[in-house]
């Protein structure tokens, strides 16, 4: 069976993306979104672990270099997946909607992509590929990179529907193991 490595972006002593006004801060939806993506495909048979990010210290760092060598360290084989969840920023704090990065899974990124849209499709940014994030460039697996939307922008919106939208990437990270 597939491993699922799942990811919740920056922790400890790097909170991630930072709303203009100081909160929310990044980590606090992709924590939880990371630990709730887990509980929902663990409750649906699947081999999930999260790595040791989410539960760091407030001074403790894990690098994204580090999280892909834990993650190459604990694969079980090479249907594996690896899974970062974040929330973005711009610099105009103008930007709205979600997406997905990716390095060698386009299908499986684009997919996910219209799924954390949840059917609104001026949410969906699309799916992007990227050669710099050694979370996607360093795993052994398939690797993709979840931005739930812009925690600068609409943390309401994030605080709204980051549940509805770790429900909605269950069934197209099923198809994707399945195929």
């Known amino acids: 069976m597939p491993r699922?490595?799942?990811?919740?972006?920056?922790?400890?002593?790097?909170?991630?993306?930072v709303h203009p006004s100081g909160?929310?801060?990044?980590?606090?939806?992709?924590?939880?979104?990371?630990?709730?993506?887990?509980v929902l495909l663990r409750n649906r048979g699947h081999d999930v672990v999260l790595t040791p990010a989410v539960n760091l210290t407030v001074n403790e760092v894990m690098r994204s270099g580090a999280r892909a060598?834990?993650?190459?360290?604990?694969?079980?084989?090479?249907?594996?997946?690896?899974v970062s969840i974040h929330c973005n920023a711009s610099e105009s704090h103008l930007a709205t909607g979600s997406e997905v990065w990716y390095c060698s899974q386009s299908a499986l990124?684009?997919?996910?992509?219209?799924?954390?849209?949840?059917?609104?499709?001026?949410?969906?940014?699309g799916a992007k590929?990227?050669?710099g994030l050694s979370v996607l460039t360093d795993t052994r697996m398939a690797a993709v990179?979840?931005?739930?939307?812009?925690?600068?922008?609409?943390p309401e919106w994030i605080q709204k529907h980051w549940f509805k939208q770790m429900e909605a990437v269950?069934?197209?990270?099923?198809?994707?193991?399945a195929l």
Do not use: C, K, Q
Not at 4 to 15: A, F, L, N
Not at 23 to 38: C, F, G, M, N, T
């Open 23 to 38: 909160h929310p801060r990044e980590i606090d939806y992709s924590h939880p979104a990371a630990v709730e993506l887990s």
């Open 109 to 125: 990124a684009a997919d996910l992509a219209f799924a954390l849209a949840l059917d609104e499709p001026r949410r969906n940014r």
């Open 69 to 82: 060598r834990w993650a190459n360290e604990h694969m079980s084989g090479p249907g594996d997946l690896f």
């Open 4 to 17: 699922i490595t799942i990811d919740g972006g920056h922790g400890g002593s790097d909170p991630g993306a």
């Open 145 to 154: 990179l979840l931005e739930l939307g812009f925690i600068d922008r609409e």
């Open 170 to 177: 269950v069934p197209v990270i099923e198809s994707w193991l």
């Open 129 to 131: 590929r990227s050669n």
